[in-house]
Every structure is written in C-alpha cells, then in structure tokens.
C-alpha cells in the first residue's frame, strides 16, 4: 500500500499470496442493519487490505474487484460462493485498482499497474501467467498511481488517479491537488478530463447519457457534470450533494445508480452507503456497513437486486482495523436494483 505516516514517507505493505477459497453464503453473515428490512453479509471470511472497483459482468454473472494495496484481483461467483484471489504481478510495491472484463474477449480484462492502463489475461480462478500488457501511461510521477476506474456509456475508459494519502496529527492529509480523472478513447488517446482534485473518487453516468456523477472525496461533495455522450465532453460542474450539510462524517467515495435514477455513494470512515436523489440533492437512504472504510459500490445479480460493497483497513493511525474492516459485503432486501453496465471496454479497442 501506498501510505504516507506524519514525514509523508511512502510504505508498502506485504504481498497477499495467491489464494482461491470455497465458500457459501450462509457461512459469514450479520444480521440486518438500519430501521428497515435490509440484510448486509460478507462474501466471504477474507480481508483485504483495499479493495475497490467491484464489477458485476452480466455475461458471467460473476463479481470482479481488486485489492489496490494487496495488488491482486478476485473473482466472485454468488451462485456457487467460489472467491478466488490472485496476485497480478510478484513486486510487492505494485498497486492494482480495477479489473473488467473486455467485451468480446474470453478471459480477457482491462487493469491497471500503478500509473498504467494494462490488459491481463485471467481464468478467473487460477494464476495470472503471463505479464500484463501496457495499454496506456496516465503520469509521470512515480508516487502517483490509478486509484478506481469505471467505462462510460461508449466504452471509453475512464480511470482517477491520485497521490499518496498522508497521516497528521490524526487526520488523513493529501497529496494536494494530485489527482486527476482521465479518459482512454478507443484509439488509446490519453484526455485529462478533471485535473488538481486532492482524491477522485467516484465515477457514474445516469441512463440518459446526459449527466455524470463525480465525487471528490476530500471536499466532501458529489458533483454533476453535463455530459456530451458522443465526446465525453463534461462541462458546467454543480455540487448536488454535501456531506456536512446532513450531519454525515466520513469522506464520499465510489458511486453507481439505480433504476430510478438515484445515486448511490459510499462514506468512508462512516461505514455506510447513501441513496441519494441527484435532481434535488435529498439524502433518501442510508444503509449501515459493519466495515468502516467503505471504498466503492456496484449493483450485482441475476436481477441487479444485490448491492456489493467493498472496503478497506487503510490509514491504521486514524482507524485501527477490525474483523469487520477489509471485507467485500453484499446488501439485499434493498427493493431497488441497478441496470445492466452500458458500457465496458469494447471490441473495437485494441486492449492486447
């Protein structure tokens, strides 16, 4: 992990090894949290040390995240309860952030290597054999590194990148103004979309194609864009939702929509997740998450009814962990469901 203490002081921590277990739904669960009937379990027993960017990938049915600090992905097949770990690379500074599925491409995924934009190739449960493939560089500052990544509805890719996160008496510090939002077209042109963000970290389209959601987790607001589907063009920035202003702490991170249009955003150090109306900036849920580090939300299932949440046990001076913290958690009861994803890297971009 990338971890800067009080002298900002870059640290790694320890190689996850490769690990692929076997186990069910009723085995790790808790029972339903908040004032309504929802019920909230984790997948599995593991902890990871950051994961992020849960995928759900219709045509498997399977979920897919990475642990950025741990470098390595997981599959997750809800259906038979199989989770299965694997290292992307053997250096132990290498940080991983997403892992999803090329379209039209059989064991085939876009990820990331630290600051590049690679291809790996995966059978979703053994070990990653081959080197990944260099896509795209997205920096030149070898301290910053891809933290999420999401593709729009024209397939594009579009991925944050950030700096390394600090400690100070107490309270999580920046690189300030490190961070930047970046999008791949198909022809692998790099575009800067949002530059000088302390830590980008959400990224959602609504079904018209004509809104995008972003999240700028130190400032602690959600914000929408006007979005040009054809370009990727973003423009004429308003803050629809504010933290503070509902009495919420923590730090918005990872985002997805629903059916209804409504967006929903996780709170890291708060551990639970909002359902929030985009149009009038009304707060109309809030689901409680035993982990406290919430990282990133993405609809699941064979109807999108499933809500998965993944998070972390980063920044252990602030948020000492606990065996709750780290895992990948799915919400259901929630009556409400996701859409299919739009959007995810195309044939038509040449990934390997």
């Not at 059978?123 to 560089?137: V, Y």
């Not at 580090?293 to 998070?311: D, H, I, M, P, W």
Request: proline letters at 5%.
């Amino acid at each position: 992990m990338i971890l800067e203490t009080g002298s900002l002081i870059m640290i790694f921590y320890y190689i996850r090894p490769i690990t692929c277990l076997w186990i069910f739904n009723n085995i790790a669960s808790s029972s339903g949290l908040g004032d309504d009937n929802y019920v909230v379990k984790p997948i599995s027993d593991k902890q990871f040390m950051w994961a992020n960017s849960p995928f759900w990938d219709v045509k498997s049915q399977m979920l897919y995240f990475a642990d950025i600090t741990g470098g390595t992905v997981s599959s997750y097949n809800p259906l038979t309860g199989r989770l299965c770990t694997t290292k992307v690379v053997e250096e132990s500074n290498s940080t991983v952030s997403f892992i999803i599925p090329i379209k039209g491409k059989t064991n085939q995924f876009v990820s990331s290597l630290g600051y590049n934009v690679t291809s790996i190739t995966w059978d979703g449960r053994g070990k990653i054999k081959s080197k990944p493939k260099f896509i795209a560089q997205l920096a030149t500052n070898t301290s910053i590194f891809i933290h999420s990544a999401k593709a729009d509805p024209m397939s594009r890719l579009w991925a944050e990148t950030i700096g390394p996160i600090g400690v100070k008496d107490g309270q999580p510090v920046p690189d300030s103004g490190a961070g930047s939002v970046y999008m791949l077209t198909a022809d692998k042109k790099v575009i800067k979309r949002i530059s000088n963000v302390d830590v980008p970290d959400g990224l959602a389209w609504n079904a018209q194609k004509t809104k995008f959601y972003f999240i700028d987790a130190f400032s602690g607001n959600v914000s929408s864009y006007d979005y040009d589907n054809e370009s990727g063009e973003i423009s004429n920035r308003k803050t629809i939702f504010i933290l503070k202003q509902h009495n919420i702490t923590g730090f918005p991170t990872g985002a997805t929509t629903d059916t209804e249009g409504k967006l929903w955003v996780g709170v890291f150090f708060a551990g639970q997740v909002l359902r929030i109306d985009p149009d009038t900036g009304k707060l109309l849920r809030s689901i409680k998450i035993p982990g406290k580090q919430v990282t990133s939300v993405a609809f699941g299932g064979k109807r999108l009814e499933t809500l998965y949440v993944t998070t972390s046990q980063i920044l252990q001076e602030i948020s000492p962990p606990t065996k709750n913290d780290g895992r990948v958690y799915y919400v259901t009861g929630l009556k409400s469901s996701g859409k299919p994803i739009m959007g995810y890297p195309a044939r038509s971009v040449n990934f390997t």
